[in-house]
C-alpha cells in the first residue's frame, strides 16, 4: 500500500515506464458510454453462456450423454443425417461432357465413366483438398523469412482510492496505448530452411499421393466396368443356355411321343431346362451387382441407371510391351507411391536437420514505436497530462542453454522416424516388385487361358452340334446330349469370365506399374 501511495504522490516518475496512453477529461462521456456498454455486453455473454452451462453440465452428470446401457441404442438429440446436397448424385452427365458417350446407344464407354469417377468420386476430391491443403503449409513455413509486424493497443479508466492524512484521496487516469511492433530473425542456424524443406516434401508427398488415387480410381472403375460387362455376357451365355436346354427338351419330348424314348429321359431334360433358368436368374442377380460397384467407383448412387456396351467390343490386348524386369524398373521410376514416399524420407530427413539446429542461438532484431498520451487527476486538484512519443532498436540473441534433454530426445525421435521412413520405402519397393511380378504372370496366364477358352468353345459347339444330330437320328443316348449341352454351357461361361480376366489383369499390370494414362483434368 505505500508504494502505491508512493505511486500517486509521484505521478510523472511512477509513469516514466508505462505504455503510451492518453487520456482527456472531455472524453469521459463517450468512455463511460464505451465502459458501461462493454460491461452490458459482458453481461448478456455471461448469461448466454450461462444458459448453456445449466442446459448440458456434462461435467455434471456425463452419463446422460452415453448409451444407458448395454443393449439399448443410443438415441441422438440432433440431427446427424446427410443433408441432399451432401449425397452421391443420381444421374450421369449427358453427352456434352464427352464425345465418346453414345446418346443414341444410351451406352457409356469406359473412357467417358472414368472421367466421371475422377470428378464424382470422393477419395479424389479428398486428397486433392488434402494437396491443397499442404501447398498453403508450404507457403505458410515461409513465413519466418520475412519480418513479423504487430499492432496493439490497450485503452481505458482506472479509478483508485488511497489513504490522505486526514482524508480520502482519489486518482482517476484516462489512457490509451498504442504501440506497433517489428521483429525479425537474421540468423536461426538453418531452422527456417529446415522448415520450409520439410513443408515442400511433404507438399510433394501430397501432391503424389494424389496422382496415386487418380490410378485408384481409374483402376477401380476399369475393373467394375470389365466385371459388369462380363456380368452382362454372361447373361447372354445364360439365355442361350435357356435356349438349348429347351431345344434339348423339345427333341426329348419328340422321341418320346415317338415311343423312342423314355420318361426319365424327358425328366432329365427337364432338369437341365431347370438349371438353366436357375443360372439365368442368378447371372441376373450378378448384373445388379456388378452395377452396384461400379457406381461406388464411380462415386454416384447405386440407383443411378448405367448401361455399358458388350464385353465383346472391348478390344483384347495382344501383349504388354515389355518383360518383367523392364515393367519392374518402370515401376520403381514412375509409381507415386514410391515417389510418395521418397518425398516422405526427405522431409524426415529435413527434421532432423531442424532438430540440429534447435542446439544453436538465434540472432534477430526488433524495433517498436508508440505514443505515451495519458493524464489523470488527483482528488479534483492536480492534474498531469502527456503526450510523448517512446520508440526502441535492439538486437536480440536467444540461447535455451538446458532444456530439461529436450531437444536431445526431439533429435532422437526425428532420427527414429528419419529410419522409419527408409524402412517404409524399402517395404513398399518390396510390395511394388511383388505386384509388378504377379500382375505380368497373371496376364501372361490370362492370355493363354483365353486362347484356350476359344478353341474350348469352338469344339463344345461342334461336339454339341454332333450329338443333338445323332440323338435325332438315334444314335446317341441322351446322358450323351445333356453333357454336351453342359459343356458348351460351360465353355460360354469360360469364354466370358477368360475374356474379363485377360482385360482385368492387363489393366492390373498397368496399375502394379504406375502407368495409368490420365488425362488433364479440367
Not at 445449466?54 to 446427424?80: D, G, L
Not at 519466418?144 to 492524512?165: D, I, K, N
Not at 504501440?179 to 530473425?185: G, P, R, W
Amino acid at each position: 500500500m505505500g508504494e502505491r501511495m508512493k505511486i500517486d504522490f509521484q505521478p510523472r516518475r511512477a509513469n516514466r515506464n508505462l505504455a503510451r496512453s492518453i487520456a482527456a477529461r472531455r472524453r469521459r462521456p463517450l468512455a463511460l458510454l464505451l465502459l458501461r456498454g462493454s460491461l452490458a455486453a459482458s453481461v448478456i455473454a455471461l448469461g448466454a453462456g450461462g444458459c448453456t452451462y445449466m442446459a448440458e453440465q456434462p461435467e455434471v452428470s456425463p452419463a446422460r450423454f452415453a448409451p444407458s446401457s448395454e443393449s439399448s441404442p443410443w438415441i441422438p438429440t440432433h440431427a446427424y443425417a446427410t443433408t441432399a446436397q451432401q449425397r452421391p448424385v443420381t444421374a450421369l452427365p449427358d453427352a456434352g461432357m464427352s464425345g465418346s458417350y453414345s446418346s443414341s446407344a444410351g451406352k457409356y464407354d469406359l473412357s467417358t465413366l472414368i472421367d466421371v469417377a475422377l470428378h464424382n468420386n470422393p477419395d479424389t476430391a479428398r486428397t486433392w483438398d488434402q494437396a491443397r491443403a499442404a501447398a498453403a503449409a508450404y507457403g505458410a513455413s515461409r513465413a519466418p523469412y520475412y519480418p513479423q509486424v504487430g499492432a496493439q493497443m490497450s485503452g481505458g479508466y482506472t479509478r483508485v482510492l488511497f489513504e490522505l492524512p486526514g482524508q480520502l484521496g482519489v486518482l482517476k487516469q484516462w489512457q490509451i496505448t498504442p504501440m506497433v511492433e517489428l521483429t525479425y530473425t537474421l540468423l536461426d542456424f538453418g531452422r527456417r530452411s529446415a522448415g520450409a524443406r520439410i513443408a515442400r516434401e511433404q507438399l510433394a508427398a501430397a501432391n503424389f499421393a494424389f496422382n496415386r488415387k487418380m490410378q485408384d480410381v481409374v483402376f477401380a472403375t476399369q475393373r467394375a466396368f470389365y466385371a459388369m460387362g462380363a456380368a452382362k455376357a454372361a447373361v447372354q451365355a445364360a439365355q442361350q443356355n435357356v435356349e438349348l436346354a429347351k431345344t434339348d427338351d423339345e427333341a426329348v419330348s419328340r422321341r418320346v411321343e415317338l415311343g423312342l424314348a423314355t420318361e426319365p429321359a424327358l425328366l432329365l431334360s427337364r432338369q437341365r431346362v431347370a438349371q438353366s433358368q436357375y443360372d439365368l436368374a442368378s447371372a441376373r442377380l450378378l448384373v445388379r451387382e456388378a452395377q452396384a460397384d461400379l457406381a461406388v467407383a464411380l462415386g454416384i448412387a447405386a440407383n443411378t441407371p448405367i448401361d455399358i456396351p458388350s464385353l465383346d467390343s472391348q478390344p483384347i490386348p495382344a501383349g504388354l510391351g515389355g518383360e518383367v524386369d523392364a515393367l519392374i524398373e518402370s515401376a520403381m521410376r514412375r509409381r507415386p507411391d514410391l515417389s510418395a514416399q521418397v518425398a516422405s524420407l526427405n522431409a524426415r530427413r529435413a527434421e532432423v536437420e531442424r532438430s540440429k539446429a534447435a542446439f544453436y542461438p538465434t540472432i534477430g532484431v526488433t524495433g517498436s514505436y508508440g505514443e505515451q498520451m495519458w493524464g489523470y487527476a488527483i482528488s479534483n486538484t492536480h492534474t498531469i497530462k502527456s503526450a510523448q512519443p517512446q520508440y526502441a532498436g535492439l538486437i536480440t540473441f536467444n540461447w535455451d542453454l538446458f532444456t530439461g534433454f529436450k531437444r536431445l530426445n526431439d533429435l532422437r525421435q526425428a532420427e527414429a522416424e528419419r529410419d522409419a521412413a527408409g524402412a517404409q520405402l524399402k517395404s513398399l519397393e518390396v510390395d511394388a516388385i511383388g505386384s509388378v511380378w504377379r500382375a505380368y504372370y497373371e496376364f501372361q496366364t490370362a492370355l493363354k487361358r483365353y486362347e484356350y477358352a476359344r478353341a474350348l468353345l469352338a469344339a463344345s459347339d461342334e461336339s454339341y452340334a454332333a450329338n443333338i444330330d445323332t440323338y435325332r437320328q438315334g444314335l446317341s443316348t441322351i446322358v450323351e446330349l445333356l453333357t454336351a449341352d453342359r459343356d458348351l454351357a460351360s465353355a460360354r461361361y469360360t469364354i466370358v469370365q477368360s475374356r474379363a480376366d485377360l482385360l482385368m489383369s492387363s489393366a492390373a499390370v498397368a496399375y502394379a506399374v504406375g502407368a495409368v494414362a490420365i488425362s488433364p483434368r479440367p
